[in-house]
DNA sequence: GTAGGGTTAG
């Protein structure tokens, strides 16, 4: 090798790029096959050491070698800085247009593509060489990182001018920069221009810039229509669909992907269980893991946290601990999900010891970790570590605090009963507060008895957010407290007249592989007679526990035993007693609600769990209980 | 003469 040439070593360096053999020769046991023969990129350390050679041997101003150099930077699957890129580059000293291609390519994966545009424009300007396909469609693909409409749009007028416009490429690449700008409208120009030079990218592509506008129908209608499907298409769908709530679609799409006899990619699984993790379905979740662990899939960091996330939001956080304490690989985004997780769950000090061992490992945290650390001290009513980490995200990491921080700390405070605290809170935020802010005040006024204050925000939000139902609700419970039932009909007749009728409750339970959804005195069911005999069996139990009925959760001016049987029959006693007729003895039984449990319901929970020995667990909007011999892991804290 | 595009949650 010391006695290389020049074109010999061009062609050891080229070479090094088709067969490394640091990839080839170190078999990685956890790979299945289909992943081994992916063509490898080349690392930090080939690229390292084929620079130290060319500097050895003197090559270092030979500048096709360094241009190749550059080359594999710009491809490299490590990532190293755009100044050592640059460093070379300016090391040679008549650049051709490869070489600057490839400084424009790295500045792009180096996420600096305002440098992209400038060398672009500045090659432009005073270059011999004009830029080719290829300077195009690195460029164009710097301006959609950038979010540089208007540069790309002068980069399209050179392509007309250099005669580029049927190459599928640039097309591409323009039809991407349109769509990630949100112009879709020009993006479709571009892509019905030229049907000739159309092939499965562009139909991607248009795909994806339809589900970023929202219009999900729009990107289905495009589907159905390309004429060849690969897995991207069937990925861009599916978390089309997942990204625009249609989470049902985005299975029907996996099933149909299935009996085509295709593969899935980790993209599509990852996708996926973001939807189970969304609809609280844990068996679906569970079948997607069995998915990825028959398909040999590597566990990465984005399936891993996927999956610790899929658990933790169906209520196992267990399996997502003890999947998360076995990640191979984790990223700062496994750990904020982790400790998000556990916060939801009340586990408020792990969540907390989590986030001691995320920044002793050296991780730096970004707003989402303080949205669980905060989170965290609220539901466990750690008003003064709440406090502590708030001052430690401004003043020590410099987060600016966003609605959400205030958010938690409104919660934390109000909740704990410091109620004034919670409003000089709100009063002092910078920005104009969010009416949920208000609503969090107002639910704990209502729990703590500060009927006045209560009503005066009530008000408030109603004048503020008149469309809004749950605010109705909310003055009305403070009014049922005080027996003022005659201002609990005023408000409801408010609230018809203003047409924001409160939203149905629902809960759901997965059970015999089918999701089943509850309403209040729901008797859609096909098993209702056998629901509501279990109904009658599991009142007599817990009444014989001692158990009598909280009536005050409900708003109407009825008699106290017809309210009785209002609260008898809400939505999330059906489930349980469904539950408790399909599921074995011993059974966890899992249950899904779109509004809070209600404060009679959670205290049946508890008893249920206690006298039929099953352990509970309900997820509500915002956090989980999990009710075990009597006792709710929320601490009565909600 | 060498190279290039699209999908991923939290």
Redesign the pocket.
């Known amino acids: 090798m010391l006695l290389c040439r020049p074109n010999f070593l061009?062609f050891w360096i080229s070479k090094q790029r088709l067969n490394f053999h640091f990839f080839s020769t170190l078999p990685n046991p956890r790979l299945p096959p289909p992943f081994s023969s992916l063509p490898p990129t080349p690392g930090i350390t080939q690229i390292k050491q084929a620079h130290a050679r060319i500097l050895v041997l003197g090559l270092a101003n030979d500048g096709?070698i360094t241009?190749?150099l550059l080359?594999f930077l710009?491809?490299s699957s490590s990532s190293l800085p755009s100044d050592y890129a640059l460093s070379i580059y300016n090391s040679i000293s008549h650049p051709?247009?490869?070489a600057t291609?490839?400084m424009i390519?790295c500045f792009v994966k180096g996420d600096l593509p305002r440098h992209s545009i400038s060398l672009y424009s500045h090659m432009c300007r005073s270059f011999v060489a004009a830029p080719?396909?290829?300077?195009?469609?690195?460029v164009l693909?710097a301006c959609?990182n950038a979010f540089a409409i208007r540069e790309g749009a002068q980069v399209q007028t050179h392509v007309i001018k250099l005669g580029?416009v049927k190459?599928?490429?640039?097309r591409?690449?323009l039809i991407?920069l349109y769509c990630?700008c949100c112009r879709v409208e020009s993006a479709k120009q571009v892509f019905d221009e030229v049907p000739s030079s159309r092939?499965?990218?562009?139909w991607?592509?248009m795909i994806?810039g339809f589900?970023r506008l929202g219009q999900i129908s729009v990107a289905q209608k495009l589907f159905v229509e390309m004429p060849e499907k690969?897995?991207?298409?069937w990925?861009?769908i599916i978390?089309?669909c997942?990204?625009n709530g249609e989470l049902e679609k985005a299975l029907d799409y996996f099933k149909e992907l299935g009996e085509q006899k295709l593969r899935p990619?980790?993209?599509?699984l990852?996708?996926l269980?973001?939807a189970a993790?969304?609809l609280g379905t844990l068996e679906y979740g569970k079948r997607i893991h069995s998915i990825a662990n028959s398909l040999r899939f590597p566990m990465t960091?984005?399936?891993g946290?996927?999956l610790v996330?899929m658990y933790a939001k169906c209520g196992c956080i267990d399996e997502s601990r003890f999947l998360f304490d076995r990640m191979p690989e984790k990223?700062k985004?496994?750990w904020?999900?982790m400790i998000?997780g556990l916060a939801t769950h009340g586990l408020g000090q792990e969540a907390l010891a989590l986030f001691e061992k995320f920044l002793t490992q050296g991780f730096h945290p970004v707003n989402?970790t303080f949205i669980g650390v905060l989170t965290a001290c609220s539901r466990a009513g750690l008003v003064s570590e709440g406090k502590h980490f708030f001052k430690l995200m401004t003043d020590t990491y410099g987060i600016e605090p966003e609605m959400e921080h205030y958010g938690c700390m409104v919660d934390l405070l109000s909740r704990a009963g410091f109620v004034y605290d919670a409003v000089e809170m709100i009063n002092r935020m910078p920005a104009p507060p969010d009416p949920v802010l208000w609503a969090s005040v107002l639910g704990s006024c209502q729990v703590h008895g500060f009927i006045e204050l209560g009503e005066e925000i009530g008000n408030k939000l109603i004048q503020m957010d008149p469309t809004h139902n749950g605010h109705y609700v909310q003055l009305a419970r403070i009014f049922a407290r005080l027996r003022k039932w005659e201002d609990v009909s005023k408000v409801r007749r408010l609230m018809a007249e203003r047409n924001s009728n409160k939203i149905a409750g629902w809960s759901l339970i997965e059970a015999e592989g089918r999701v089943h959804r509850f309403v209040a005195g729901d008797k859609e069911h096909e098993r209702t007679t056998e629901i509501y005999k279990m109904l009658e069996i599991m009142g007599v139990r817990i009444a014989a526990a001692g158990y009598s009925a909280n009536v005050s959760s409900v708003l109407h001016d009825i008699e106290e035993e017809e309210k009785e049987n209002a609260i008898k029959e809400h939505s999330e006693r059906l489930a349980i007693a469904f539950g408790l007729l399909v599921t074995k003895d011993g059974d966890c039984i899992r249950i899904i609600k779109n509004l809070r449990v209600c404060g009679d319901c959670h205290e049946v929970s508890k008893i249920i769990s206690l006298v039929f020995e099953r352990e509970i667990i309900v997820r509500d909007g915002s956090r989980f209980h999990h009710f075990k011999k009597g006792i709710c892991s929320c601490q009565d804290y909600w």
């Open positions: 061009f096709r241009s190749h080359a710009a491809i051709t247009v490869f291609n490839n390519r080719n396909k290829h300077t195009l469609t690195f693909q959609s580029f190459d599928v490429f640039v591409n690449a991407h990630t092939d499965v990218v562009s991607n592509s994806v589900v690969d897995v991207i298409s990925g861009t978390s089309g997942v990204q990619n980790e993209a599509i990852v996708s269980l973001a993790a969304q960091a984005s399936l946290t996927a996330d990223d985004w496994s904020n999900v998000c989402v």
